[in-house]
């Protein structure tokens, strides 16, 4: 069996559902408030959200994490 320890979708089995959806969000170029506003947090919760999913996924900003959602699959463009 492959080692799939980089695959982009192993990342994301360690997300929680809030986050992957946060997360797809994100993908589509949705910025903290826009995001904090469709899912009904507050943006300091979809900030603190954004840095476990960075830490998470060993990503170092947003622009990382789009690309990251978009290449596992998680959103389209």
């Not at 997360?23 to 300091?44: I, P, W």
Request: no cysteine.
């Amino acid at each position: 069996m492959p080692d799939q320890s980089n695959s982009p979708r192993s990342g994301a089995e360690t997300l929680t559902e809030a986050e992957v959806e946060i997360l797809k969000l994100v993908a589509q170029g949705f910025g903290n408030r826009e995001v904090a506003n469709r899912l009904g947090f507050s943006e300091l919760t979809v900030r603190r959200y954004m840095s476990n999913i960075l830490a998470k996924l060993q990503l170092e900003n947003r622009t990382q994490a789009a690309l990251y959602a978009l290449r596992a699959g998680l959103a389209s463009l």
